[in-house]
């Protein structure tokens, strides 16, 4: 687990990874991994389809399928790693959002959140005492429609 070359950016590495989870391709899947992953999860159980998919418990999960409608680089401390944050819809109930902790090109940490709406604060940058720096923020194609819980994470 978590031997992957160094020269992709983070956001290569995520895009990596779901192109692997879509062709089924266990083996590269895993190379992008780091051992030992921490995995935190925030939504109905039902919708646990990654877990499902990396651990390979179930094979309904291999039905459901990621494919990110934005994957974006945030955090970046150069030489230490960074996060990407992806989303995207599966059908039109289920929302999710995905952030992944990277280091030396190895996926670290993974947070999962269905239906919710995130913002991604940077803690290290400067704030201003009426502002708070969002270095992400979710964008439902379709807000009016439907409400969903609001989360902060903080990186």
């Not at 089924?24 to 925030?42: P, S, Y």
């Not at 819809?89 to 993974?110: P, Q």
């Not at 400067?126 to 979710?138: G, L, M, R």
Request: net charge neutral; aromatic share 10%.
């Amino acid at each position: 687990m978590g031997k992957h070359a160094p020269c992709k950016s983070n956001r290569e590495v995520v895009e990596s990874l779901y192109a692997s989870l879509a062709r089924g391709n266990a083996a590269a899947v895993t190379a992008l991994l780091a051992a030992d992953v921490d995995w935190w999860f925030h939504g109905p159980r039902r919708c646990q389809h990654m877990r499902r998919l990396l651990t390979g418990e179930s094979a309904a999960a291999a039905a459901f399928r990621f494919s990110p409608a934005r994957v974006a680089e945030v955090g970046v401390v150069s030489g230490e790693g960074g996060w990407v944050v992806a989303e995207g819809w599966a059908g039109e109930h289920e929302y999710w959002v995905h952030a992944w902790c990277l280091r030396d090109g190895v996926i670290t940490s993974f947070r999962e959140y269905f239906n919710t709406s995130v913002t991604v604060r940077e803690l290290s940058l400067p704030a201003k005492e009426d502002v708070v720096w969002a270095v992400w923020e979710s964008q439902s194609p379709n807000p009016k429609a439907r409400s969903m819980p609001g989360l902060v994470l903080a990186i």
